[in-house]
């Protein structure tokens, strides 16, 4: 009798595995709850700008010049602790000259670390590294256009998936982990649920007034429902596209980090003063690619 409740349990135990798997849905809306259990991670950011404004010394009545740039951003994050460090990297302007220095950070759970280059030393009163609320940045819509760091933010702006469709494109192989890639439609709305209603109001108002459309995201997520990679795209024709590149790897490495003390920390009372950190203004500086203000402190 025994012998014969054994393949019966089997089978029950794998229609019961079956029904436990998530839908495409509850995988990519579940992303941020799930990060916990990734633990730790290699990660690569790559985001790459091109947009076209009338250079103020031909005029605005001459035709836009083109400009490229592109970051390629390399650290560790720990998803449980809320802690990472990485060291961003900047290409050169294909058209415009333009060199950007190269830019190391850290974040905890409520801060973002940028040290601060030489060259940009006295805009931060001498200071080593600017700090930034990383609640200001998101909610002020700044990880649209300037690299942040916690890859958690990614996943949150996924989590309005589940009104809209979900087309799973096949299965493909990530670094040499097998995963399933999925295309998600996603509109504003859904990109921004995770804001508070007047923020996300704001932004919607901001990306649409720049004619900034949001393409498909496209998300690799392997069998243990753990994102691997993720693509980003928005722009228009005329103007502007940004895209974004995330990649996770070589889950389970140590993360250590060392937060900068007090005595080397310019608080930031806006994140829009991150252009100083580059030179000045610009896309780094503010979310509607608009001039970056000067650096203020909030004396703390």
């Avoid at 220095?101 to 590294?129: H, L, N, Q």
């Avoid at 691997?228 to 993360?255: A, C, H, P, Q, S």
């Avoid at 009372?269 to 610009?282: C, Q, T």
């Amino acid at each position: 009798m025994r012998r014969r409740l054994i393949p019966i349990l089997m089978v029950m135990s794998l229609v019961a595995l079956s029904c436990q798997r998530l839908t495409p849905v509850q995988t990519i809306a579940g992303l941020s709850d799930r990060a916990p259990s990734m633990g730790s991670a290699r990660l690569q950011m790559i985001m790459s700008m091109r947009f076209s404004f009338p250079s103020a010394s031909m005029g605005n009545a001459q035709p836009p010049e083109p400009t490229e740039l592109s970051f390629t951003i390399d650290g560790l994050t720990d998803f449980r602790r809320k802690l990472g460090s990485m060291e961003m990297k900047t290409g050169a302007g294909s058209q415009s000259g333009i060199t950007l220095p190269e830019i190391r950070t850290i974040y905890d759970a409520d801060f973002v670390y940028y040290e601060v280059p030489p060259k940009a030393s006295a805009a931060f009163d001498g200071k080593s590294w600017v700090r930034v609320s990383l609640e200001e940045m998101v909610q002020g819509g700044f990880d649209l256009s300037s690299p942040t760091p916690q890859p958690e933010i990614f996943f949150e702006r996924l989590k309005g998936v589940g009104a809209h469709d979900i087309t799973t494109v096949g299965e493909e192989s990530i670094r040499g982990t097998h995963t399933t890639h999925y295309r998600v439609a996603l509109t504003w709305q859904d990109y921004m649920a995770a804001l508070p209603p007047e923020t996300r109001d704001q932004q919607i108002s901001r990306m649409e007034a720049v004619g900034l459309e949001l393409e498909p995201v496209d998300a690799w997520i392997d069998d243990d429902g753990f994102a691997r990679k993720l693509l980003v795209t928005m722009g228009n024709e005329d103007k502007m596209n940004i895209t974004m590149t995330l990649e996770l790897y070589d889950f389970g490495v140590e993360v250590q980090v060392q937060i900068p003390s007090e005595q080397e920390v310019f608080v930031a009372e806006d994140p829009s003063v991150l252009g100083a950190l580059f030179g000045g203004g610009g896309a780094l500086g503010s979310p509607s690619v608009g001039v970056g203000s000067s650096p203020q402190s909030d004396s703390r």
